[in-house]
T-cell receptor, first 115, second 117 residues
Framework: GDSVTQMEGPVTLSEEAFLTINCTYT??????LFWYVQYPGEGLQLLLK???ADDKGSNKGFEATYRKETTSFHLEKGSVQVSDSAVYFC??????????????WGAGTKLIIKP | NAGVTQTPKFQVLKTGQSMTLQCAQD?????MSWYRQDPGMGLRLIHY???????DQGEVPNGYNVSRSTTEDFPLRLLSAAPSQTSVYFC????????????????FGEGSRLTVL
């Protein structure tokens, strides 16, 4: 079945460092891909998405490119801030019953940014 | 704007006890769902609803019941709690499908951390 694999955390970086969080997937068909973020004490919220190959999603300085050839959707940011400390989830949309789609989730990667 | 509200945030139960996790949304979304999050695993779909009066099972429904009498509310009931149900539970809603197909956006509550002893 469809699946998402994320790098294990926690990932600890200093402020202004470059960030990459790896995400790879297996899927039949051509899923949409998502990154969600969960800040401490809050629910998950959509960070960015890409719906087809070579699409680049971007938001709040974060970027991810849908790479069909490597089945990857790595999250990057050029200069992280303490406020980026959170748990990041990669997900893909997969067919479910009755023409619905559901999200298949990675395990999440905790990011810790030190000042 | 409250969004999706879950209660309680924390709960400790003994094996065999029952309880209800509450979820309410004020965005008039048709789609609502419950997920559980376990260490080292992604979120897994427990039950979902595509509208008032309509519910269905997700990936891991055993031991849980749901109902959807109104558009706003989608409670999750644990019938006889077991230690395997120790988890963090998230409620989510969407205007367009379980995956928020049109916008790609699910709206989540803050989560309910349940411990079963």
């Amino acid at each position: 079945g469809d699946s998402v694999t994320q790098m294990e955390g926690p990932v600890t970086l200093s402020e202004e460092a470059f960030l990459t969080i790896n995400c790879t997937y297996t899927a039949t068909g051509y899923p949409s891909l998502f990154w969600y973020v969960q800040y401490p004490g809050e629910g998950l919220q959509l960070l960015l998405k890409a719906t087809k190959a070579d699409d680049k999603g971007s938001n709040k300085g974060f970027e991810a490119t849908y790479r069909k050839e490597t089945t990857s959707f790595h999250l990057e940011k050029g200069s992280v801030q303490v406020s980026d400390s959170a748990v990041y989830f990669c997900a893909l949309s997969a067919p479910w019953e009755d023409s619905n789609y559901q999200l298949i989730w990675g395990a999440g990667t905790k990011l810790i940014i030190k000042p | 704007n409250a969004g999706v509200t879950q209660t309680p945030k924390f709960q400790v139960l003994k094996t065999g006890q029952s309880m209800t996790l509450q979820c309410a949304q004020d965005m008039n979304h048709e789609y609502m769902s419950w997920y559980r999050q376990d260490p080292g695993m992604g979120l897994r779909l427990i039950h979902y609803s595509v509208g008032a009066g309509i519910t269905d099972q997700g990936e891991v429904p055993n031991g849980y019941n749901v109902s959807r009498s109104t558009t706003e509310d989608f409670p999750l009931r644990l019938l006889s709690a077991a230690p395997s149900q120790t988890s963090v539970y998230f409620c989510a809603s969407s205007a367009s499908g379980l995956a928020g197909a049109d916008t790609g956006e699910l709206f989540f509550g803050e989560g309910s951390r349940l411990t079963v002893l």
